[in-house]
């Protein structure tokens, strides 16, 4: 029997999307020419398919950076920010017969290694202001954050135990207790715990949506390593593996899709980490990152456009989000239809 109360999927019809945007206080300040430029790409292929909400601290320097845009699908609210990664402190939504219910979770910059204060009062205040609907769900006493967790909408829910057994997020309970608290917020069937697999120069203790993604249709798509000497070589192939031994709720195999390994992208000696696995879901499209990479970029545009038929398949370059360790579907949160104001 289908549960009437759902942790949607990304793919669920959607009302609008988030950006948190940067500017001169953020971590971006040294490459702010950089990154705008990344982030209007992704505001206009947003606004093509949907309503965008953006949180910032001056809503007016933001409409000076679009330029000539049509705004009249964006919403602005100011806030003070301490970064963009709008998919970890974003609300979570729940979809109930009657109303949505939006969950605010702590969000502590993965696991207390960056400041977060601001951030994590956008959730409450962006509903008290009145720009989000849906009843407010306290859950502050367990930190969570959106890049973590992987919902197909159908009671399944798949994340990485390196992110949510981490000793600086909920190291007071166990593996047990984290997935029966899951299973109960989130009216759950099952848990896939990922056990395998990481990203050189990842910040979130291998956030799944970096590594394995949820598509409709039972399949799965995942960063594949084929080059042995790759450092990633080894977790990968065993992130693989394990895949393979994922069953949904009717016990069947999924259908299991392999994105390339993104080529090495180094800053002063270190990796930075480009992956392909961080899309996002819009109505009828999906924007995915690329890395200046043209043989792999259009292999993962095949890829995808496999694992979304009907769908736009859409680059944007993201050469410059990984500056900063996270890619496009980091600074995104998407809300299901009848969330936006």
Same mark, same amino acid.
């Given at each position: 029997?289908?549960?009437?109360?759902?942790?949607?999927?990304?793919?669920?019809?959607?009302?609008?999307?988030?950006?948190?945007?940067?500017?001169?206080?953020?971590?971006?300040?040294?490459?702010?020419?950089?990154?705008? $430029?990344?982030?209007?790409?992704?505001?206009?292929? /947003?606004?093509?398919? +949907?309503? #965008?909400?953006? &949180?910032?601290?001056?809503? @007016?320097?933001?409409?000076?950076?679009?330029?000539?845009?049509?705004?009249?699908?964006?919403?602005?609210?100011?806030?003070?920010?301490?970064?963009?990664?709008?998919?970890?402190?974003?609300?979570?939504?729940?979809?109930?017969?009657?109303?949505?219910?939006?969950?605010?979770?702590?969000?502590?910059?993965?696991?207390?290694?960056?400041?977060?204060?601001?951030?994590?009062?956008?959730?409450?205040?962006?509903?008290?202001?009145?720009?989000?609907?849906?009843?407010?769900?306290?859950?502050?006493?367990?930190?969570?954050?959106?890049?973590?967790?992987?919902?197909?909408?159908?009671?399944?829910?798949?994340?990485?135990?390196?992110?949510?057994?981490? $000793?600086?997020?909920?190291?007071?309970?166990?593996? /047990?207790?984290?997935? +029966?608290? #899951?299973?109960? &917020?989130?009216?759950?069937? @099952?848990?896939?715990?990922?056990?395998?697999?990481?990203?050189?120069?990842?910040?979130?203790?291998?956030?799944?949506?970096?590594?394995?993604?949820?598509?409709?249709?039972?399949?799965?798509?995942?960063?594949?390593?084929?080059?042995?000497?790759?450092?990633?070589?080894?977790?990968?192939?065993?992130?693989?593996?394990?895949?393979?031994?994922?069953?949904?709720?009717?016990?069947?195999?999924?259908?299991?899709?392999?994105?390339?390994?993104?080529?090495?992208?180094?800053?002063?000696?270190?990796?930075?980490?480009?992956?392909?696995?961080?899309?996002?879901?819009?109505?009828?499209?999906?924007?995915?990152?690329?890395?200046?990479?043209?043989?792999?970029?259009?292999?993962?545009?095949?890829?995808?456009?496999?694992?979304?038929?009907?769908?736009?398949?859409?680059?944007?370059?993201?050469?410059?989000?990984?500056?900063?360790?996270?890619?496009?579907?980091?600074?995104?949160?998407?809300?299901?239809?009848?969330?936006?104001?």
């Amino acid at each position: 029997m289908e549960n009437k109360i759902i942790l949607p999927a990304e793919w669920y019809p959607q009302s609008a999307v988030q950006l948190t945007w940067p500017h001169d206080e953020t971590d971006w300040a040294p490459i702010l020419d950089e990154v705008i $430029p990344c982030f209007v790409s992704i505001a206009k292929e /947003v606004i093509k398919h +949907e309503k #965008l909400l953006i &949180v910032c601290p001056d809503e @007016q320097e933001v409409r000076r950076q679009l330029g000539d845009v049509d705004d009249s699908r964006i919403i602005f609210r100011e806030m003070a920010t301490n970064d963009t990664w709008a998919r970890d402190h974003g609300a979570i939504t729940m979809m109930d017969v009657d109303a949505p219910s939006l969950l605010d979770f702590t969000f502590n910059g993965w696991g207390l290694k960056f400041a977060s204060d601001l951030d994590n009062q956008i959730t409450r205040r962006a509903i008290e202001n009145g720009v989000l609907k849906g009843r407010y769900v306290n859950r502050l006493g367990f930190v969570l954050e959106g890049g973590s967790i992987e919902s197909d909408g159908m009671g399944t829910l798949l994340t990485t135990s390196e992110c949510l057994l981490s $000793p600086n997020r909920n190291g007071q309970m166990n593996k /047990v207790e984290i997935e +029966e608290y #899951l299973k109960s &917020v989130f009216h759950l069937q @099952q848990v896939l715990w990922l056990d395998h697999g990481y990203l050189a120069g990842d910040d979130t203790d291998s956030h799944i949506d970096t590594l394995v993604r949820l598509c409709p249709a039972d399949t799965i798509v995942y960063v594949q390593c084929e080059d042995e000497k790759d450092e990633h070589y080894k977790s990968l192939h065993a992130m693989e593996e394990q895949l393979k031994t994922f069953r949904t709720l009717a016990g069947e195999s999924y259908r299991l899709l392999a994105l390339p390994m993104a080529d090495e992208v180094q800053e002063e000696g270190e990796r930075l980490p480009a992956t392909y696995a961080n899309f996002l879901i819009l109505n009828d499209a999906v924007l995915y990152p690329t890395y200046d990479q043209p043989e792999k970029d259009k292999r993962a545009e095949e890829v995808l456009q496999e694992a979304f038929p009907g769908y736009d398949i859409i680059g944007i370059d993201c050469r410059a989000l990984i500056r900063q360790h996270g890619s496009l579907h980091c600074v995104t949160m998407q809300y299901p239809t009848g969330i936006l104001k």
